[in-house]
């Protein structure tokens, strides 16, 4: 996420890591492993033999952590394995780490806060719970990271992660508590905790926590993810802080996957805006374009109005 008016950073643009560059004739090795698995070594088991309805019908307002749930709706992760994915997107740290603007980096650190819960997307199954004092290790020399995580909590179930670059360049940690509730037609998931990354060269720590998350059509109807709420990102070293509204769909799913916010100073000076969609990229651009965009946005729309009402 750049910081000129007209730039665009996509989630798509992480960097891949290709096992399969051939050097003598055979697939270059890393910890030993020729490739890393793109699918899973068995199919998903059909859902469409089981009844939610006649599980969760005596579960409304509770905490879904406490119902025994049957295996076939859990995905074949540990939730320890799923919050490695929050590194999916190491790249734009790196990249914050080689900024020498304040605001520069936090547009970049927005931009990996945001991709943190993209992975989320289509994600319908539930991940297992570990068992208390489970561990889960993950090493990327591609990447140039290391993480660990552990569930120090069962009840209620808490895990804790911490990820640190191979080059001394940063470290993200934090601590996640995900309390769900069943509503009838969807479930809610508000994921307490904080996450906090540190950029070691510049000496500065961001923190935040993620928006809630809902999946809807439980009981009938395709299964869909929204994420809804503020994320507030804080710089406790130069006082910036980036402000992100995730819109909730609305009625007609006009406002569905969107994000909009502000980057402001610690005059509380508004520096840019950023909007975009979760599930696919952020835009930066300066408030006075933003403002002017907007007007004229509005004046276009009541200009129609006026034309479709002449008509």
Excluded at 25 to 43: D, F, H
Excluded at 64 to 81: D, G, H
Excluded at 277 to 290: F, G, I, L, N, R
């Amino acid at each position: 996420l750049e910081s000129d008016d007209s730039c665009e950073v996509s989630f798509k643009d992480a960097l891949v890591f290709d096992s399969k560059q051939v050097t003598d004739g055979s697939a270059t090795q890393e910890n030993g492993v020729g490739e890393r698995r793109k699918t899973l070594p068995a199919e998903m088991i059909s859902r469409n033999d089981y009844s939610v309805w006649s599980i969760l019908k005596k579960c409304i307002g509770m905490e879904l952590s406490k119902i025994a749930m049957p295996v076939v709706f859990n995905e074949p992760l540990s939730f320890l394995q799923r919050i490695s994915e929050y590194m999916e997107h190491t790249h734009l740290i790196h990249k914050a780490c080689s900024l020498s603007d304040s605001v520069d980096r936090m547009q970049v650190v927005a931009a990996f806060a945001v991709s943190a819960v993209a992975s989320q997307w289509e994600r319908t199954g539930k991940p297992f719970n570990p068992l208390l004092g489970e561990t889960y290790e993950l090493i990327r020399e591609d990447e140039g990271y290391r993480l660990i995580s552990e569930q120090v909590s069962h009840h209620p179930p808490v895990s804790a992660f911490h990820a640190q670059s191979l080059k001394q360049e940063f470290e993200f940690h934090g601590s996640i508590y995900p309390k769900l509730k069943f509503w009838g037609k969807s479930v809610e998931a508000e994921p307490k905790g904080t996450m906090t990354l540190e950029l070691l060269k510049h000496k500065e720590a961001y923190t935040w926590t993620n928006p809630m998350c809902c999946v809807h059509n439980i009981i009938l109807g395709k299964l869909w993810i929204e994420q809804y709420g503020t994320m507030e990102i804080v710089n406790h070293s130069t006082g910036d802080k980036c402000v992100l509204n995730f819109r909730p769909c609305g009625l007609f799913g006009k406002e569905l996957h969107k994000v909009e916010g502000h980057i402001q100073d610690k005059s509380k000076k508004k520096r840019r805006v950023l909007y975009g969609k979760w599930t696919e990229c952020m835009y930066s651009v300066d408030p006075k374009v933003y403002e002017a965009h907007k007007k004229s946005e509005k004046k276009t729309g009541a200009e129609s109005k006026k034309l479709k009402q002449v008509s």
